[in-house]
């Protein structure tokens, strides 16, 4: 199929998100378009989220997430955010159900601007995260990196939330570790079949945490939505906080907190801003954009 699409360059807390319109097409954006809007930095990005027709009754919409590198991502809880402002914009509505590969997310945009994801029930089981290895108990797993005996990461807790996690418990400012060094190293690492996400969490109260994220497919960004509901429910999992966080990620511009709740019925709700920077058509084939000449002007 040809032609172009309308396309919104976006970000959540940072995390650099492109929202491209693909309802009423058969065909999805390519790995190749996607390597070429990385590619220029006018549009380089870290997820891609590509609103699709909705596939199953009660459902407004089906997502398809990608990388900056191209691959498939099953979720993104800043990207999912930037989705609701967009058609919040477009439609009015403020209530919303998506799906994705990882299942059905209900999302909410509030009075303030500020936007809800309900990203489903934490996954636990090793063989479901996935790891390589089998675990009994993932919140403590064992994988470690630097000197043996003076490791400098070590022992994460594992999870996924549709997409792999782990987070790795720090007592400093995670700023001040060599993420761009050890990221690499642990997304690749054989204990993750599938690689994870990679998250350093310093505990700074009893409801609160400080993060910061190395992306799979995507490398270090400055905002992971996932990686802030993997910390949240990690920490509340292994006794460090409670059910409740607010998540203060170390890299986002703002410094506005995402709040994480890990709900008694299990399901894990995050809540955060969203951002409308411009707008234009891009060919989702080839990645081929124009930007719009005057952008309108629009509220956040
Ligand atoms: N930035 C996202 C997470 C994106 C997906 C991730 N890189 C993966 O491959 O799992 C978020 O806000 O959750």
Redesign the pocket.
């Known amino acids: 199929m040809t032609g172009q699409v309308e396309f919104a360059r976006m970000n959540?807390?940072g995390?650099k998100?492109l929202v491209v319109d693909m309802r009423g097409r058969p065909d999805m954006v390519t790995p190749d378009a996607a390597i070429a809007l990385n590619a220029d930095p006018a549009t380089q990005f870290?997820?891609i989220m590509a609103i699709h027709d909705p596939r199953a009754d009660g459902t407004d919409a089906w997502i398809d997430?990608l990388?900056c590198d191209g691959?498939?991502?099953?979720?993104?809880?800043?990207?999912?955010r930037c989705v609701v402002q967009a058609l919040s914009a477009e439609t009015g509505r403020k209530t919303f159900t998506f799906q994705t590969v990882a299942g059905i997310l209900n999302a909410q945009e509030h009075a303030d601007g500020t936007i809800s994801v309900d990203m489903g029930k934490p996954v636990f089981a090793w063989d479901k995260i996935p790891l390589a290895e089998e675990f009994f108990d993932t919140s403590r797993i064992e994988l470690q990196i630097g000197p043996i005996d003076a490791p400098v990461l070590h022992s994460p807790s594992a999870m996924s939330?549709?997409?792999?996690?782990a987070i790795f418990w720090v007592d400093q400012d995670p700023m001040t570790f060599d993420l761009e060094r050890f990221g690499p190293m642990l997304e690749n690492h054989p204990m993750f079949p599938e690689?994870?996400?990679i998250t350093l969490a310093q505990v700074t109260s009893g409801d609160a945490l400080r993060t910061r994220?190395w992306?799979?497919?995507?490398g270090l960004?400055l905002?992971?939505?996932?990686?802030?509901?993997a910390a949240g429910v990690s920490a509340a999992r292994t006794g460090r906080t409670g059910r409740t966080v607010t998540i203060d990620v170390a890299t986002a511009p703002t410094r506005q907190p995402l709040v994480i709740e890990w709900r008694e019925d299990d399901h894990v709700v995050m809540t955060g801003p969203a951002e409308w920077e411009w707008s234009g058509k891009v060919d989702p084939v080839t990645g081929i954009f124009d930007r719009d000449e005057e952008p309108e002007a629009r509220a956040n």
């Open positions: 959540g807390l995390n998100i870290d997820q997430i990388n691959t498939k991502a099953q979720a993104c809880g800043n990207g999912t939330i549709g997409n792999p996690h690689k994870a996400n994220t992306e799979r497919g995507a960004t905002a992971c939505g996932s990686a802030a509901c």
